[in-house]
């Protein structure tokens, strides 16, 4: 049993907690022995959007009985395990505060090393988990409520971040058009089920394109020499233009003026039909989904990846997936999503990144804060 791990994280609304062990096998390196998962999602449903106090509290009060059902289903006793790994950051601070001061008080009494993970590092390994190891090099896209991130990662463990969103993170464009459609919270699942029964074309939204023509357009994120310029500039992301384009649709087909600025408004949905919902949730889907692929593919193939992964909340979109396995066949390159249990925030996959570590050679340590920034 010594090479077992607890893992928690905290990052925003989800009290999530994981036991892990390593299965010895270099192809397929941990396996998951529970996963517990705490959703917060009814009391912020009320609010719209995930109220910060309102999820350190509920964080505080679930933790202690989330981390004791991870270790009776996994039938491991606290004495067996080897570390605790638990998310560092980026998220909201005073949730992420909970994990960080559980995991040290936990392991400053049993004795044990507390590796601080990262968020990203997290979804990123999820695929791993699920997977077992990926084809190296490859390029890989974290797509959630928080971030629209891609990344380089030339060998197991080494991320390199090449694109990013400026503005939105494509979950909260997501979250706000379905917010501005009255769909409810969260949006993601809502205009994924919504989209099937509309017309993907009845609109045609814009992109921003972050073009090398752009004299106003900020570096590329892609390190110096990674990528072609014209090619960096491109695998970054923009979604607020999207959002205000929906914004402007939605006011104009409620015979409101079209002027204004996006989050403003509170939901005009309920003054559209519900087709015309659909085919806004449609259309609005399809861009989306095609500049998030357009962009994993375009930075893949330049790099000369052998695998793409897409990990995060926003690939348990059903177009998502469906659209990405149709490019792996055209393209003849492996995609790889996780299973619906690890799209989502969870402990498991932050466990995987800290296995991750310590196999690199990482010991733990409890100088560390919760960080609500953090670069990875
Ligand atoms: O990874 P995650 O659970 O939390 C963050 O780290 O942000 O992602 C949550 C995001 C939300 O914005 C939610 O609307 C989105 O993932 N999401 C989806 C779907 N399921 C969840 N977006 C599109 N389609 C879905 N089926
Ligand atoms: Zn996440």
New binding site residues.
């Given amino acids: 049993m010594s090479s077992t791990l607890l893992a928690i994280e905290t990052?925003?609304d989800e009290t999530a907690a994981a036991v892990l062990a390593e299965t010895g096998d270099p192809a397929r390196p941990w396996e998951i022995r529970s996963n517990v998962v705490a959703s917060q999602t009814e009391i912020h449903r009320e609010w719209g959007g995930v109220v910060p106090e309102l999820a350190s509290r509920q964080h505080v009060r679930d933790i202690c009985g989330v981390v004791e059902a991870a270790l009776t289903r996994a039938a491991v006793a606290a004495t067996d395990l080897r570390a605790v790994a638990v998310t560092q950051g980026p998220g909201l601070v005073g949730s992420l505060l909970v994990g960080v001061a559980f995991a040290k008080a936990f392991g400053q009494a049993l004795g044990l090393p507390v590796i601080p993970v990262h968020?990203l590092a997290g979804?990123i390994e999820s695929l791993v988990l699920a997977h077992g190891e990926l084809p190296m090099p490859a390029a890989i896209l974290v797509v959630?409520?928080?971030?629209t991130s891609l990344y380089f990662v030339p060998e197991p463990g080494r991320y390199q971040l090449i694109g990013r969103t400026r503005d939105d993170a494509a979950?909260?464009a997501?979250?706000k058009v379905a917010k501005l459609l009255g769909l409810g919270y969260?949006?993601?699942?809502a205009?994924?089920r919504l989209a099937r029964e509309g017309n993907d074309r009845a609109y045609d939204f814009p992109i921003a394109r972050l073009t090398h023509a752009d004299r106003n357009a900020p570096a590329s994120t892609a390190p110096h020499g990674l990528l072609p310029p014209d090619v960096a500039r491109r695998v970054d992301f923009s979604f607020s233009g999207l959002k205000t384009a929906v914004l402007r649709l939605v006011r104009e087909q409620a015979g409101e003026p079209a002027t204004g600025k996006a989050g403003s408004a509170d939901s005009l949905g309920g003054t559209l039909g519900p087709q015309q919902v659909a085919d806004i949730a449609a259309s609005f889907q399809r861009v989306v989904v095609n500049v998030l692929l357009d962009r994993t593919f375009e930075a893949a193939r330049w790099l000369g990846a052998r695998s793409v992964g897409i990990s995060?909340?926003?690939s348990?979109?059903?177009r998502l997936r469906a659209e990405a396995e149709a490019r792996s066949a055209r393209h003849g390159l492996p995609v790889f999503v996780p299973p619906l249990a690890l799209s989502?925030?969870n402990a498991a996959m932050i466990g995987a990144a800290a296995l991750r570590q310590l196999q690199r050679g990482a010991s733990g340590r409890y100088d560390f804060n919760a960080e609500a920034s953090l670069p990875l």
């Fill in positions: 990052s925003c968020h979804h959630s409520g928080g971030h979950g909260e997501y979250d969260p949006g993601g699942p205009i994924d995060g909340g926003v348990a979109n059903s989502t925030d």
